[in-house]
């Protein structure tokens, strides 16, 4: 992170932006190495309700880059059959997991 940090710093990233919304791990973590190295403040929000949120976004807004998986046989993950979604209407409900990085 530090080499990215630096990177930032030589293009004038301090200048230009003066909060970052972050979440996860990585928002704690790297907190006080942007603020002390590029004076940049970290808006911290919470990682599973932005990833819903921008769920909810996707499936109302670009209902084309969404797909379904349909379970055809009594062996989940065995017999299935993946296809793009194509119900614009379509919210709820969902399965959304979520693999962090683990910072």
Do not use: W
Not at 11 to 21: D, F, M, P, R, W
Not at 56 to 66: A, G, M, R, Y
């Amino acid at each position: 992170m530090q080499g990215a940090v630096n990177m930032m710093s030589d293009a004038g990233l301090s200048n230009i932006i003066k909060e970052l919304v972050c979440t996860g791990g990585g928002a704690h973590k790297f907190d006080s190495l942007f603020k002390e190295k590029l004076k940049v403040n970290f808006h911290k929000e919470d990682e599973f309700a932005t990833l819903v949120r921008g769920l909810c976004f996707l499936i109302k807004e670009l209902d084309d880059e969404l797909y379904s998986v349909e379970i055809l046989g009594p062996e989940p993950g065995l017999d299935y059959r993946l296809s793009q979604t194509l119900h614009p209407n379509l919210e709820f409900p969902f399965i959304l997991v979520n693999v962090g990085s683990g910072v």
